[in-house]
């Protein structure tokens, strides 16, 4: 079994590059962007993969309400990702509609590329942030 620091350690190291790409290379982001949005159609790879998608949601809400029961890193944020991915999880596999309908009507609502471009810096800040607070999670608990 995988020890829960090391994907903390993971997801931290993507968060910095991720952050540091959108500070420094913006425009590589958005051809990333392009890229994969002509070779992988979300709504599509959703729908069609809604099952396994939804039973991996909520395997992994398991193991993180599981993480954050047993006290090995009691932190709330496991918690409110775990409710997040049992109710995502769900929503796949009872009502995917629902959650394609709330997307559509975001998108309406607000556009998320022109707000990431907006405010890049801050958000490349916060990765920055959040990926050296899960290294040093990592550090700390696994030394």
Same mark, same amino acid.
């Given at each position: 079994?995988?020890?829960?620091? =090391?994907?903390?350690?993971?997801?931290?190291?993507?968060?910095?590059?991720?952050?540091?790409?959108?500070?420094?290379?913006?425009?590589? =982001? %958005?051809?990333?962007?392009?890229?994969?949005?002509?070779?992988?159609?979300?709504?599509?790879? %959703? @729908?069609?993969?809604?099952?396994?998608?939804?039973?991996?949601? @909520?395997?992994?809400s398991a193991f993180l309400g599981y993480t954050y029961?047993?006290?090995? %890193?009691?932190?709330?944020?496991? @918690?409110?990702?775990?409710?997040?991915?049992?109710?995502?999880?769900? @929503?796949?596999?009872?009502?995917?509609?629902?959650?394609?309908?709330a997307e559509r009507q975001a998108n309406k609502l607000?556009?998320?590329?022109?707000f990431f471009f907006k405010h890049r810096v801050l958000?490349?800040?916060?990765?920055?942030?959040?990926?050296?607070?899960?290294?040093?999670?990592?550090?700390?608990?696994?030394?």
């Open positions: 079994m995988v020890d829960p620091m =090391v994907i903390i350690l993971c997801i931290g190291l993507v968060s910095a590059v991720f952050g540091i790409l959108m500070i420094f290379a913006p425009s590589l =982001v %958005l051809k990333a962007e392009r890229q994969a949005n002509r070779l992988f159609m979300t709504d599509t790879a %959703l @729908l069609n993969n809604r099952i396994p998608i939804g039973i991996a949601m @909520l395997c992994a029961a047993t006290d090995q %890193l009691q932190d709330v944020v496991f @918690l409110v990702i775990a409710i997040t991915a049992a109710a995502f999880g769900t @929503l796949l596999l009872v009502s995917p509609n629902t959650i394609l309908q607000y556009m998320t590329d022109a958000i490349g800040i916060f990765l920055l942030l959040a990926s050296g607070f899960m290294v040093w999670t990592y550090l700390t608990f696994s030394i």
